[in-house]
């Protein structure tokens, strides 16, 4: 068993026998690593491994796993490709909202969801998840007069909200009730699902459609149209809406709105380098 010691911090820190700084021997070396391999990860590199860590870290495994079990406990990073690999997690955004305009998912997302408000008239959102909840990570205030409540960095329960649907498609039924264990969920309007698996049926269904559209959902007042925002790997990463009052709504321009948030939403995965399967031709 590889175990770390005092003497493989130094050498890692450092040359071996080099004197020590004033500065160097306040560096505590497990933070120092955690951070390092945070920063391996890149737009280029959005996925990495344990063993790639651990080579370009020039640590043991035994430690990358250690380092790697710490951030994905903190939500720093999660699993992905079936376990095998790594991304950054959401935990990221609580560092501070100036991390939200370095985000390559709003900087593109933000000019498309000021077109779409130009277009429909109502204003649109772009919302990420971080475990049960939805966090507003973008938005396009529309000019008509519209009281609203949520703010870039607003927090809502994913359960409960026509955007968390859409961020909860790509979770299977066991990964659901890991999510959510209690035995029935918070309820917020009559709207909201009661159990997981009412949850879970809600969710496929929006999945097949493509896109939810829902009134009086979370509000009573409110209905939301959203489509799911996909990446390189296929995978929901964001969702795309727009809230209309419901007393505004009209029925004759409804098909028109749905079809522009979508191909919104399409427009930034294709941005963020998504592309649709084509199906096969038969031989």
Known sequence: MTTDSPQEDTQESGQEGAPESAQEKYIVPGLERGLRLLAEFSSRERTLSAAELARRLKVPRSTVFRLLATLEMMGFVERTDGGR?????MAVLRL????????????????????LRD????????????????VYVAKSVASRP????????????AHA????????EDLSLAELRTLYPEERL???SESTPRTVEELYDMVQRDRQRGYVL????????????????RDRSGKVVAALGATIPASRIDPDQLDNVVEQVRRAA?????????????????A
């Open 146 to 157: 519209f009281a609203s409540t949520v703010n870039v960095g607003t927090r809502l329960p």
């Open 161 to 168: 909200t026509v955007l968390g649907r859409v961020l909860l």
């Open 266 to 282: 399409a427009e930034l995965s294709s941005l963020l380098d998504y592309r649709p399967e084509v199906p096969k031709p038969f």
């Open 214 to 229: 829902h009134e009086g959902f979370f509000e009573a007042s409110i209905s939301t149209i959203a489509a799911p925002v």
């Open 186 to 188: 918070e309820v917020y």
């Open 119 to 134: 277009e429909i008239h109502y204003p649109c959102n772009l919302v990420v998840r971080d475990g049960r909840s939805i």
């Open 85 to 89: 690999e790594f991304r950054l997690g």
């Open 96 to 115: 501070g909202f100036d991390y939200l305009a370095s985000l390559e998912l709003t900087e593109l997302g933000r000019p498309l969801l000021d077109r």
